[in-house]
T-cell receptor
Framework: GQSLEQPSEVTAVEGAIVQINCTYQ??????LSWYQQHDGGAPTFLSY????GLEETGRFSSFLSRSDSYGYLLLQELQMKDSASYFC??????????FGSGTRLLVRP | NAGVMQNPRHLVRRRGQEARLRCSPM?????VYWYRQLPEEGLKFMVY????????ESGMPKERFSAEFPKEGPSILRIQQVVRGDSAAYFC??????????????FGPGTRLTVL
């Protein structure tokens, strides 16, 4: 079967750093993506890793280890507006995205 | 450049009625994907279409659900004889190409379907 595992909830304080992990088991792998979704909103693309290593985009970084079927999203200098759900997603061999169940991030003042 | 457009944003239907959800991809995008999201859950793939072709419908229920992406006009997700379990948010995404690693799927605002 195909599955992605990520923590259901994470809490952190404003200004801190938080890491959201994702492990996956899929048939075919073309890359790991991360999406942010605020309540009632649409998923917004954050980052994509096709190769091992770290990709940095501003306050957000994403890491991938294909040999470990593992990746993470790192959020730095947390802001209140970062409170949202974060989904990891794998593009499988037929180009569709397989999503994890999401991690709800709560940023406290 | 307008993003992915979906309408209606909210749709209320009674059990047994039909629901039609529309999606206009971003300009220049010819690949459309439909996903369903139940409350507090992740998005589940339903169907992948290109113009006039269904490429992958492995996530679509065999009965009552159909999708199309005609040569002209938006992609349509059609749900016949809706039941309460169909209540969910339905998101459409589009991409310019499907080659892995070269493009990203961009999501529309979604249609929130409520079945009474």
């Amino acid at each position: 079967g195909q599955s992605l595992e990520q923590p259901s909830e994470v809490t952190a304080v404003e200004g801190a750093i938080v890491q959201i992990n994702c492990t996956y088991q899929t048939s075919g792998f073309y890359g790991l993506s991360w999406y942010q979704q605020h309540d009632g909103g649409a998923p917004t693309f954050l980052s994509y890793n096709a190769l091992d290593g770290l990709e940095e985009t501003g306050r957000f970084s994403s890491f991938l280890s294909r040999s470990d079927s593992y990746g993470y999203l790192l959020l730095q200098e947390l802001q209140m507006k970062d409170s949202a759900s974060y989904f990891c997603a794998v593009m499988d061999s037929s180009y569709k995205l397989i999503f994890g169940s999401g991690t709800r991030l709560l940023v406290r003042p | 450049n307008a993003g992915v457009m979906q309408n209606p944003r909210h749709l209320v239907r009674r059990r047994g009625q039909e629901a039609r959800l529309r999606c206009s991809p971003m300009k220049g995008h010819s690949h459309v994907y439909w996903y369903r999201q139940l409350p507090e859950e992740g998005l589940k793939f339903m169907v992948y279409l290109q113009k006039e072709n269904i490429i992958d419908e492995s996530g679509m229920p065999k009965e009552r659900f159909s999708a199309e992406f005609p040569k002209e006009g938006p992609s349509i997700l059609r749900i016949q004889q809706v039941v309460r379990g169909d209540s969910a948010a339905y998101f459409c995404a589009s991409s310019a190409v499907a080659a892995p690693g070269t493009d990203t799927q961009y999501f529309g605002p979604g249609t929130r379907l409520t079945v009474l």
